[in-house]
């Protein structure tokens, strides 16, 4: 069993930066595939990014490649999102997931964070 508990979402001016952190429970954080996801009104949940469990290889979505950038630090049980250059398309609730297998299909992933919202002005 897996908790997710998402935190560092708010309302940011486009161009500017924020960084989510996602704090999971468990001892076998570091053996999990992590993964975030947002959903925007009226529309689908769609894949942001994932990073994986044995090597810590990184996949983005093409809308923020270059943008954002995912990372781990498995001795916290923590994985975050740096999101720069940040853009009125990215406001969205963000949602952290966890999985044993990588994934860009939301419905693969097992484990679910609450979501924080996140809003860019333009």
């Known amino acids: 069993q897996v908790q997710l508990v998402e935190s560092g979402g708010g309302l940011v001016q486009a161009g500017g930066s924020l960084r989510l952190s996602c704090a999971a429970s468990g001892r076998t954080f570091s053996t999990y595939t992590m993964a975030w996801f947002r959903q925007a009104p009226g529309k689908e949940r769609e894949f942001v990014a994932t990073?994986?469990?044995?090597?810590?290889?990184?996949y983005y979505a093409d809308s923020v490649k270059g943008r954002f950038t995912v990372s781990r630090d498995n001795a916290k049980n923590t994985v975050y999102l740096q999101m720069n250059s940040l853009k009125p398309e990215d406001t969205a609730v963000y949602y952290c997931?966890?999985?044993?297998?990588?994934?860009?299909?939301?419905?693969?992933?097992?484990?679910w964070g609450q979501g924080t919202q996140v809003t860019v002005s333009s």
């Open positions: 990073i994986n469990w044995s090597d810590s290889s990184t």
């Open positions: 997931a966890a999985d044993r297998v990588m994934s860009f299909n939301a419905y693969k992933y097992q484990y």
